[in-house]
Structures are given as structure tokens and as C-alpha cells.
């Protein structure tokens, strides 16, 4: 007559949880630093197209359909961030502006074509932030847990 097999199961998943969000808000934050320095680079490389005059005898170079936007007066540029925000188990990175026209400006209107700034950093910078984060949450690397052999990272 066969006999049972005794399995025991240890869940440890609650503890690794508090692990993963203690750490997180950190990571993030300077997850969030790197994409906005990168944003603020960006949105500084010199106008593409059309001239036109500032004042008296000062000329400024606008940028083209499908460039970045150049950089004018310096306010949205000053006006990029990034917030970490955690609402119940879930940690957010929101990265953007207080300049209501940063969202005319990334999608356009239907007296302007789209200058996108943000969305190109993002796309740009996507296979960076996944290696990023696998690296940063390896489970490994999480004080108090153990894997077997053979298992890898999240």
C-alpha cells in the first residue's frame, strides 16, 4: 500500500512583501531622480526650427514638429519632478510637470504639433528602468530571505 507523502508548506511571502515596500519608496525616489535629470537634459539641446524675435535683438530658434521643445524662459524645464507617492500595498512613481502646457506641448493641439518630451525620455529609458529595477529587487539581495538553489530573481 502506497503512503502519503507529508509536504509542509512555509509561506513567507508577508515578510518578503514588508521587505519589497520598506526598500521601495528609496528606489524609486532615485529611480525617479535619474529619469528627471535625463528629462531636464533633453529638454536643453539647442531649437531645430523657425527663428523668431525676442524683444528688440534678441532672436530665439523654436523647435520643430516631433523635436523636444527648447528651452525659452527655463519654466518647465525648472518645473520637472518626480513624487513618490504609495496608496495601500502599491508604491507609485509619478515623473511630470506643474506647467500646464507641458501637456500641450508633449501631445499638441489643433494650432501645434506635438513637441514630445517626456514620452521619448520614457521609451528611451524603458530597457534601462526594467534592468534597473531587476537588478534593485532581487531577491537575493533582500535582507532575511534565503532561496534555494537554483532559483533566480523576481
Do not use: C
Not at 500500500?1 to 509561506?11: A, D, F, G, N, P
Not at 528627471?36 to 523668431?52: A, H, L, N, R
Not at 525659452?72 to 515623473?95: D, Q
Not at 521609451?123 to 532575511?144: A, M, Q, Y
Amino acid at each position: 500500500m502506497l503512503k502519503k507523502s507529508e509536504v509542509r508548506l512555509i509561506w513567507r511571502g508577508d515578510t518578503a512583501m514588508k521587505l519589497i515596500e520598506a526598500g521601495s519608496y528609496d528606489k524609486l525616489y532615485a529611480l525617479g531622480e535619474d529619469i528627471v535629470s535625463e528629462v531636464k537634459e533633453f529638454i536643453s539641446q539647442p531649437g531645430t526650427g523657425k527663428f523668431y524675435k525676442k524683444g528688440k535683438t534678441v532672436w530665439y530658434q523654436a523647435s520643430a514638429p516631433g523635436f523636444p521643445p527648447t528651452v525659452k524662459t527655463g519654466e518647465l524645464k525648472i518645473s520637472v519632478g518626480h513624487a513618490v507617492v504609495r496608496e495601500g500595498n502599491t508604491v507609485y512613481l509619478l515623473v511630470g510637470t506643474t506647467k500646464d502646457y507641458g501637456v500641450y506641448l508633449e501631445v499638441g493641439t489643433r494650432y501645434m504639433e506635438a513637441r514630445p518630451w517626456l514620452r521619448t525620455i520614457l521609451v528611451k529609458l524603458s530597457p534601462d528602468t526594467k534592468n534597473f529595477i531587476i537588478k534593485k529587487w532581487r531577491v537575493e539581495e533582500i535582507p532575511g530571505i534565503t532561496l534555494p538553489k537554483g532559483y533566480g530573481a523576481i
